[in-house]
Structures are given as structure tokens and as C-alpha cells.
């Protein structure tokens, strides 16, 4: 409950000559102080000029004397008062006059403590809740149809979620302070009404649609717009999923958590009565109608009387027997579409019967309807005159509410409908048979198929065992093109390469790049690699990003990245690799280009590292930490990274491992600058980088003479520490070696180990001589001499940056200890400590915000 003073306008320019006096009498008329609750106006007076808080509130009645706490509020809440923002209290209230430009709220609070004031806040709490789900369902479950039916959908969304909101303040309610109703009443018959809905799946209008890979458990987007039918007393609710663009192999559907289907179990004994059907992209739905559109405007509205009584078993009667007033007309489906079937839902809430006054038995009881139809444009203006739609007497003998649908075929097109009752309501002398109106429907003209689009179709009887709202679950494993060796297959895979492919090459919502512009022998390498190492990547893409950072994902869950040869587009993981692409001296860096930076571990750094991820046991968030928590460590600055798309434990331990590892052994990081060698080098390639600037990346020089297996170097390199291996620089930049090595008769000499020789040339399938090769005036081999002190380093690069004939690459040293594979094993996954509902919100407080409006403060709350 709030209250406030409105300011009046400024004047305008000339009024400003006008007299004081009228002046203050103007502000007087326009000064007004509201007393609000929550959306309800429930008073409103006119302050005086220049008169007093406590004077204003004794005038008006608003407020009563309290001996201990002096004026109060009648309706007895705690109040506060602010002006212009500033609390002033009650002590003040008696000389605090209201100004013509102050802005004055008063704001109540609701009663804490036991009693009626609980009660309150209870009750207010479970309304937010019920208003939590209503906003979820009318703005997610805003269903639109897919493909051209998409028009189609927003008005069937809207009701849905009034119904809903209607539904769920009477299951909250029922819950704090259970009611006896129509169907729990000691007199109740076993004809019970249950309702079913779709809560939790959504279907965005003019969204992207999604896109599936792996194995996962998700709630799909709606295909069409979820519509129920009235067959007898039963209703049916007609779903219709859309889990991915593609194929799928479906494992099970879910209602909830409850399992629904199985492909060996077929539908569960727990749904008698339900069916469903799963179709490929492109095929037609047959279980039921899919263009379906639900009117917002009828929501459960009561016929007016007609005149006479139609009467029943036990109901004589009495005329001359009239129609009501027409209830309507509503416009039957959204412009822009035609349709070519009308059906009404109506509800006899409170049954529809007659009773016999001597031994108070039940009888039938009637009730003749009539519906009107007529044309209208897409501005809902009627084009034509009203036709009838259907004059039927319906006629039943039951106390329990009873329902019941009507359908008729219509030429296509746009309509208003209305609806009428013959008669009064005998509830009055004999019976019951009050008539609610609680849907109108119409079924538009249009395909009845979706192409590019997998869907599942569900028809769900509603009856105990689902009585209530749910959402949709389905558990299935994407379908893709898989080479086997000799031809592509379309088969069910959870693997990151194939899943890369696809993405690169759909036309549909991936690149559409031409098959032959991809790196297919890296395709093929990595998913081997994937398959040997246990990785995957089960993942939803629900939203459109851009496909560089698709490609990225798909392939981040197994250690890799997407890159470019020339308009070829391959891949690169990150793993150890001790045989580099180039060997590059300082003979090949250009001369002072050389930076190496060096990244210290400080107390501000991570000691452990924790990864997110959606578990495949639970499909609910999960995390793994390595270093794990244990006996001899706990980490006290753990770092939280998310890695979309892994779903299995030990996969995501191995990569938490990988993150931490590269943290603190990869902190050396080197930018060099090199000639047209940069040009022939690739994002995420290994270079071997010799440079005597940090004195411990080897020596290095120019072979300039060869006796069989001795090697002149030039300048000589410093003999300190052995072993010593020597590395040789190709004609194509690759390294040949290392070779293992001694000093010859001078520093000058290396004299090659012959076995070593040999076993690095049939290694690398080469000859010394071959590698030492060159034309005649072009420049020596280099080489680089590591020792027991001083090696060449390998390095992996990062980036790299063309200028002229010049181009900078930027390095970062690797280390084997990065990519161990003895991590041991993950720590089991933790069991919940209470349990848990996801159907159900935890409400945790009761927030509340005033805000002022233009003409009074708005109350928010959630």
C-alpha cells in the first residue's frame, strides 16, 4: 500500500503574471494524494494548502489515534512516510507541512510474525510463484509454428499461459489452505476431470532453430503451438517437438523425469492412452493437425440467460423458450491466415443435470447452443453477415463438471465467432447447467510438414497420472554423415570431427563451405584421435552465433581449434608434439627481434582449477577441481572455467587438468620476427626456436663443410655440458635429428655419432647428404647444437602477424609435463545433501521495489 502527492504541471509562460493566490489555488486543485494498494485504488482526497501530515490524514479519516504510537493507518500496517525520497517520522508528521512541489509516498509493509499477517506474506509469496510460471509459459510457451505456420502462433501462447496462471493460483492456494471442491467432495463421483499442459518447452517466435549434437537429455522447442481437445469428457493435448534440425536416434522421452517411451518398452503403462509418432525432416505429421490457433479472448466466460427453460428429466420446463445475448464475437484465427475448421470448447463447471424433488435422484438436464460465424478482414472488421456455425442441444446427466467440444468445416478464411445459449440456467429450481465458454479454435490452412526438421509428436491423454503441467524431455544421439573408410554413412556419433564437418559444410545453418574446401585427412585424424581418447561433444546450439565460434566449440571440448590454409579450412589440437614443422636459428630470425617474457606465479594466481559442465548421470551442472581436494592440499583460489558440450566426468577432469598443467608450465612466452619462413608457418604449428638471447636455447650457425660424418661449424658452439645432439636445418626448413654428437680435433669439428645417424635417416626416411644439399650459391645449412645446458626450445604457435616481407610470430615455449595423461582418477560425484524438486522454485525472499510512474508509484515485486 502506497500513497503519493502529484506535482502539478509547470506553468506555462504567461500564466506566470497571474496573482499568487491563484496561483496556490491552482496547485491546490491539482495537488492529490493517493492511497494504493497493489493495482486496487482504494481512496482519494485533496491536500490544502500549506496543511500538515497529521491534519491532512485526520481530515481525510485515513488514519486513527494510537496512545503508544500515535497516528497509525487504519488498516493497521506498519507505514513509513517519505518526502522528496527522505523518511520522516511519525513524531514529525504533526508539523510537516505538504508543500505544492513535494513528492510524498506513504509506504505500508506487510505484517511479519504469526497469525493472519504470515498468512498474508504466505499468500502473496505463492501468488509471485504462480505469476513466476504464467510469465515462463505465456512468454516462452508464446508458441510460434515453424516455417509458415509461425504467424499462426502467438494468440494459442497467450492463452495457454492465462490458463495456466489461473491453474496454478488455485493449486498454490489449495496448497496453503486446501478447499473442498466439484471433485473431492464425499458426494464425488470417480469421474474425475484432470487437466494436462506443456510447461516447460518453449517455442520462440522468429528464433533460430536449433541444432543438436551428441548425446544429451533437453527439453526441445515446440514445432507448433501445444493445443488440447475435448474427445467425451477426456482432454488430449496434441505437442508437437521440434528436437533439431536433422536426424536423430531417439533413446527415450520424458515427462519430467518420469520416462514417457523407450524404442523396447514403447509408451509406459503409467500414460494409458497416450501415442507418439517421430518424423524425419520434411515429412508430413499425421498424428494430429499441426496449424492449430488457439483465440486469446476466450478464456472461460459465462453465457448470459436466454429466456424460458429448456428443462431435463425432473425439469418440466416453461417458455416461450429465447436465446441469450450473444457472448462475443471473437476473432477465430490471426490475420494473415485462413482457416478451415472452427471448434468451440465449452465447460459445464458445476455439471448438468436435473433433480428429482421427492427423492433428490439425478437426471439429464438440456441445454441448446447455438453458434454464429461471420467474415471479417484483417483489421477484424466484419465483412459479411453472421451465418450459423452449429445449433446443437446438448444434453447430459452428471454432477461433476463435464466437457465437451464442438468442430465444424468452414470455407477458408478469416471469421468472427459468437455464441449464445437458449434458456435460463436451472440452477435456480431443478438442476444445474451453467455453460462456460473456454475455447475457441480454429485449424488453419496450411502444410502440414516441417523441412530440415526432426519432430516428435505426442498426444497425451489427461488423467491422474498426468494431471498437472510438464515439460518434455527427449534423450537421443544426433545423426550425421560418418566416413567409414570407403563412404559416407548417416549414423548416430557423438564425435567432435564429424560434428566439425557437418557445421562446416550444412548449407542449411553451418557454413556451407564445399566439402573439397575442407581439411578432410584432419578431419579424419581427429576424429580417430577423439574416438581413441573418449571425447565427444553433446551439445544444443539454441541460439545463432557466428560460425567461427561454433567451429571453436564444437572442437574446444577436445582440445583443438579450427584454422585456415588458404580458403581450406582445417584443424589443429593442442597435444604434444616433439617433431616440429621448422627449425628456425638465428639465422632465420631476423637480428634483434628476438623478446622472450617470462610470467612468474604469484600469490594472486590460481592454485586449482574447477570445470563446469552438464553431467550425463544427472544431466544437472557438475564440476571436477584439479588438483582435487585431499588430505595434503585444498585449494584456496580456485579458478572456474565452463566447457560447453562435455558431459562425462573423466572427460572433464582431463580437461581441468589441462587447464591447471598449461597454467603453470606454460609461462615462457617468445615473439620473433622472421623473413618469408613466416608465410609457410600455421596457427598451432611446433616450431624448434634456437637464439643465443636468453643463452639457453642452444648454439647455433652454419654448416660450411662435410667429411663424410664430421660437420665444420660456424661460429663454433661452445662445448660445456654433455650429451650433445645436433640438429640440422632441411632444405624445406624441417629439422633432421637430433643426432648424437662429440668435439672434434677443434671446437670448429662435430663428429656424428654413426649409429644415431642412421637411425635418424631412417627415421626421416632421408640422407645427411640430401640434408646438406643446396644449390650452388645459396646460403648453408644451419644448424643447432644442444648440450647438457643449453637447448633449442619447441614452441607452439600462437599467432602471427604478416608486415611486408616481414612477419612476427608469437610463440609460447611447450612442455610435455602440459598434456600428461596419468591424472589418476576424477573424485565420485557428489550425491545430493537434500532432496530436490526442478519443477518446483525455491523462493528465497520476497523482493519489492517502488518506483514512481507518471501518475503514481509502481510496486514490483518477485
Known amino acids: ?299 472461460g466466460q459465462q453465457l448470459p440467460d436466454g429466456g424460458g427453460d429448456e428443462g431435463g428429466q425432473f425439469d418440466a420446463g416453461f417458455g416461450p423458450l429465447a436465446y441469450g445475448s450473444p457472448l462475443g464475437p471473437f476473432v477465430s484465427n490471426p490475420a494473415g491466415t485462413q482457416t478451415q475448421s472452427i471448434a468451440i470448447d465449452i465447460v459445464f463447471p458445476a455439471g448438468c443435470f436435473t433433480v428429482n424433488q421427492d427423492n433428490s435422484n439425478y437426471g439429464y438436464s438440456r441445454c441448446t447452443l447455438k453458434a454464429e460465424y461471420a467474415p471479417c478482414d484483417d483489421a477484424g472488421v466484419q465483412t459479411g453477415p453472421f451465418s450459423t456455425l452449429f445449433e446443437i442441444t446438448k444434453q447430459f446427466n452428471s454432477n461433476s463438471p463435464v466437457r465437451d467440444t464442438t468442430k465444424v468445416d468452414v470455407a477458408p478464411g478469416r471469421y468472427l465467432v459468437r455464441l449464445s445459449r437458449m434458456g435460463i440456467n436451472s440452477q435456480s429450481k431443478y438442476g444445474v447447467d451453467t455453460v462456460i465458454w473456454v475455447g475457441l479454435r480454429s485449424f488453419l490452412k496450411g502444410n502440414n510438414s516441417f523441412p530440415d526438421v526432426s519432430t516428435v509428436a505426442i498426444r497425451l491423454k489427461a488423467s491422474q497420472s498426468t494431471q498437472g503441467s510438464y515439460k518434455f524431455g527427449v534423450l537421443g544421439t544426433r545423426k550425421l554423415l560418418v566416413w567409414t573408410g570407403s563412404m559416407f554413412e548417416l549414423q548416430a556419433t557423438r564425435s567432435n570431427a564429424w560434428a566439425f564437418l557437418d557445421a562446416a559444410t550444412s548449407s542449411q545453418y553451418g557454413s556451407g563451405l564445399s566439402i573439397a574446401k575442407v581439411d578432410f585427412n584432419a578431419v579424419v585424424n581427429h576424429a580417430a584421435g577423439c574416438t581413441s581418447r573418449g571425447d565427444t561433444f553433446d551439445y544444443r546450439f539454441s541460439a545463432a552465433i557466428a560460425v567461427p565460434e561454433a567451429l571453436d566449440k564444437i572442437l574446444t571440448a577436445s582440445r583443438a581449434r579450427h584454422f585456415w590454409l588458404g580458403d581450406t579450412i582445417s584443424i589443429v589440437r593442442d597435444e604434444w608434439r616433439d617433431v616440429p614443422t621448422m627449425l628456425l636459428t638465428d639465422r632465420e630470425i631476423v637480428r634483434d627481434s628476438m623478446q622472450v617474457g617470462f610470467t612468474m606465479l604469484g600469490d594472486e594466481d590460481p592454485d586449482a582449477v574447477i570445470v563446469e559442465y552438464v553431467d550425463e548421470q544427472t544431466w544437472r551442472v557438475a564440476s571436477v577441481q584439479y588438483p582435487p581436494n585431499g588430505d595434503g592440499f585444498v585449494a584456496a583460489n580456485a579458478e572456474t572455467k565452463r566447457i560447453d558440450g562435455v558431459v562425462n566426468r573423466a572427460h572433464a577432469f ?77 632444405p624445406n626448413g624441417q629439422s633432421f635429428g637430433p643426432v648424437l654428437c662429440t668435439e672434434g680435433v677443434n671446437p670448429s669439428l662435430a663428429v656424428l655419432n654413426a649409429t644415431s645417424l642412421s637411425a635418424a635417416e631412417t627415421a626421416q626416411t632421408t640422407t645427411l647428404s640430401a640434408v646438406l644439399a643446396r644449390e650452388a650459391g645459396a646460403e648453408y645449412p644451419s644448424f643447432e647444437l644442444g648440450t647438457g645446458v643449453s637447448e633449442s626450445r619447441l614452441c607452439v604457435v600462437l599467432g602471427g602477424v604478416p608486415n611486408g616481407e616481414l612477419c612476427t610470430l608469437s610463440l609460447v615455449v611447450d612442455d610435455e609435463r602440459v598434456h600428461a595423461t596419468d591424472l589418476g582418477t576424477p573424485p565420485l560425484l557428489p550425491s545430493p545433501q537434500f532432496p530436490s524438486d526442478s519443477k518446483v522454485p525455491l523462493i528465497v525472499g520476497l523482493n519489492a521495489n517502488y518506483s514512481q510512474g507518471i501518475a503514481e508509484p509502481k510496486l514490483s515485486a518477485s
Open 654 to 730: 582431463r580437461e581441468c587438468a589441462f587447464y591447471y598443467l598449461q597454467s603453470i608450465y606454460r609461462r615462457e612466452n617468445v615473439q620473433i620476427g622472421v623473413e618469408y619462413e613466416g608465410r609457410a608457418i600455421t596457427f598451432g604449428q611446433v616450431l624448434r626456436v634456437q637464439s643465443e638471447l636468453p643463452q639457453n636455447y642452444g648454439y647455433g650457425g652454419a654448416v660450411v663443410d662435410v667429411n663424410v660424418r664430421t660437420l665444420t661449424l660456424d661460429p663454433a658452439p661452445t662445448w660445456d655440458t654433455g650429451p650433445f645432439y645436433i640438429r640440422l636445418r632441411q
Open 1 to 299: 500500500m502506497h500513497g503519493t502527492v502529484r506535482k502539478s504541471p509547470a506553468l506555462p509562460a504567461p500564466a506566470r503574471s497571474n496573482a499568487r493566490r491563484d496561483r496556490r489555488a491552482d496547485r491546490a486543485r491539482r495537488l492529490v494524494l493517493h492511497l494504493v494498494m497493489p493495482g486496487l485504488e482504494v481512496a482519494q482526497a485533496e491536500p490544502r494548502p500549506r496543511e500538515t501530515v497529521t491534519a491532512f490524514l485526520r481530515r481525510t479519516g485515513w488514519a486513527k489515534r494510537d496512545r503508544v504510537y500515535g497516528w497509525q493507518f487504519r488498516k493497521g500496517l506498519p507505514t513509513v512516510l517519505e518526502i522528496n525520497g527522505e523518511a520522516v517520522l511519525r513524531r514529525s508528521w504533526s508539523r510537516r507541512r505538504i508543500a505544492a512541489n513535494d513528492n510524498v509516498r506513504f509506504v505500508s509493509y506487510p505484517l511479519g510474525g504469526g497469525g493472519g499477517g504470515a498468512k498474508q506474506v504466505i499468500g502473496m509469496v505463492a501468488l509471485i510463484a504462480v505469476a513466476a510460471f504464467a510469465t515462463v509459459v505465456t512468454g516462452g510457451a508464446a508458441a510460434g509454428l515453424l516455417g509458415a505456420a509461425f504467424a499462426a502462433g502467438t494468440f494459442g501462447a497467450a492463452a495457454l499461459g492465462a490458463v495456466i496462471g489461473v491453474a496454478g493460483s488455485l493449486l498454490i492456494n489449495a496448497l496453503v489452505m486446501p478447499k473442498a471442491g466439484a471433485t473431492n467432495t464425499p458426494s464425488a463421483t470417480q469421474d474425475q476431470i484432470y487437466s494436462v499442459q506443456a510447461q516447460g518447452n518453449t517455442a520462440k517466435l522468429g528464433q533460430p532453430l536449433p541444432v543438436w549434437y551428441g548425446r544429451l537429455k533437453a527439453h526441445p522447442d515446440f514445432a507448433a503451438t501445444p493445443w488440447g481437445e475435448f474427445v467425451g469428457n477426456d482432454q488430449y493435448l496434441n505437442v508437437l517437438l521440434a528436437p533439431t534440425m536433422g536426424s536423430m536416434a531417439y533413446e527415450a522421452l520424458y515427462l519430467d523425469d518420469t520416462v514417457f517411451w523407450t524404442p523396447g518398452g514403447g509408451i509406459s503403462a503409467s500414460f494409458p492412452g497416450a501415442q507418439v509418432a517421430f518424423y524425419e525432416p520434411g515429412a508430413t505429421v499425421t498424428l494430429f493437425p499441426t496449424n492449430v490457433d488457439q483465440s486469446i479472448e476466450v478464456s
